[in-house]
């Protein structure tokens, strides 16, 4: 059962916290994702998983802060990007909110690589300002695991799964909203060494369509796949984290 607070009366939120003062919140992107998927794909990313990973934990789900860090993308139209400083403002504000109704436990994870570092900064100063536990679930390599893990398995490289609007990100969103997915022929992108792609030159400096990875190879199938395997490893950190807490205690 997840209990998604945006769906919820203030009455539904106070009952359920006696069931459960866990609250996963997930932080995602506005920003481009080539010419074949919206600008939304983060954040729909992030509000499946989350909404999975509530469903396992029977815990809370919070609205996901949908605009993160993005300048990589700002050479595409339509990319909203916050500051860092704004960024992490509006981590600290949701949880300083959810810490004072009551939630002990306060989950983040991101969809979008490029909140990474900033999440981990300010979960950390959150955790040690607040009486609640707050911590980042998963990191970057974890994930890439569990997304290139899934995507093998049907034969496709990590380049073609690509790490911005390729194959993965395509066969997700064939699973979860196929009325959002454009054709996708010539929409492949740089399949190099994502090592030398620097985030500093902007996106647009490697790939013209802006995508890296080729969603010519995405499948539904893949999509299913793909979500139970993501959805997986962030319970799996989630859960992981809050029984090392228990011990603690
Ligand atoms: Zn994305």
């Known amino acids: 059962m ?19 003062s866990l609250v996963v919140v997930p932080t995602a992107s506005v920003e481009q994702h080539g010419p074949h998927l919206p600008l939304s ?16 934990l029977d ?12 300048d990589h993308h700002m050479g595409f139209p339509g990319t909203i990007s916050l500051s860092e400083e704004t960024f992490k403002a509006v981590v600290r504000d949701y949880c300083e909110s959810l810490a004072d109704h009551g939630f ?3 989950a983040l ?26 911590f980042v679930a998963g990191d970057r390599e974890g994930m890439m695991e569990a997304r290139t893990s899934a995507m093998a398995e049907f034969g496709v490289t990590p380049e073609q799964a690509g790490a911005h609007a390729g194959a993965a990100e395509t066969a997700f969103l064939l699973e979860t909203n196929p ?10 992108g740089y399949l190099g060494d994502l090592s030398e792609v620097s985030l500093d030159d902007g996106i647009r400096s490697v790939s013209e369509n802006g995508v890296l990875g080729d969603p010519e190879r995405a499948t539904l199938e893949q999509g299913g796949r793909l979500v139970e395997s993501c959805a997986s490893y ?16």
């Open 179 to 188: 009325e959002l997915v454009e054709p996708t022929d010539g929409a492949t």
């Open 59 to 70: 815990c809370f789900l919070a609205p996901v802060v949908r605009p993160g860090m993005s």
């Open 41 to 56: 794909v983060d954040a729909l990313r992030a509000r499946e998983l989350g909404r999975r990973v509530a469903a396992e």
């Open 109 to 134: 994870f991101t969809s979008h690589g490029g909140n990474t570092d900033a999440l981990v900064e300010i979960a950390e100063q959150l955790d040690a300002d607040l009486d609640s536990r707050v």
């Open 2 to 20: 997840v209990f998604e607070l945006t769906k919820m009366t203030w009455q539904d939120v106070e009952e359920g916290l006696e069931e459960s």
């Open 104 to 106: 002990t436990d306060v």
């Open 234 to 249: 962030f319970a799996g950190e989630i859960e992981a984290e809050t029984a090392e807490l228990v011990e603690s205690r």
